[in-house]
């Protein structure tokens, strides 16, 4: 047997990946538990001073605005979904 290999074909990347969770179909399916789990983690180590900044973050998490939209919907109020993200990561306790 001939165990040689082609190091080119080892090195050369076959196709590239595509890291798109919406295009592969992966959608972070938001509900209540996920975004206090969210808020939490956002609000740990200081977060709560730094809502703003920790604010940011949502914006990388298209699916969590709209979960967001929704939750302000169905209570009536009239705010932004990030400015209600900031005021949870605000006064999470």
């Keep these: 047997m001939n165990y040689s290999f082609n190091r080119k074909l080892i090195f050369e990347p076959k196709q590239k990946l595509n890291y798109n969770k919406r295009e592969l179909g992966i959608v972070n399916p938001w509900n209540k538990m996920f ?20 604010t940011k973050n949502a914006l990388h998490e298209p699916e969590l605005i709209n979960y967001v ?14 400015e ?3 005021w949870d990561i605000e006064n999470y306790i």
């Design 35 to 54: 975004y206090n789990k969210w808020i939490e983690d956002q609000a740990s180590v200081e977060g709560a001073e730094n809502a703003y900044n920790m």
């Design 69 to 82: 939209k929704k939750m302000i919907q169905n209570h009536g109020e009239n705010e932004s979904p990030l």
């Design 84 to 86: 209600r993200i900031q």
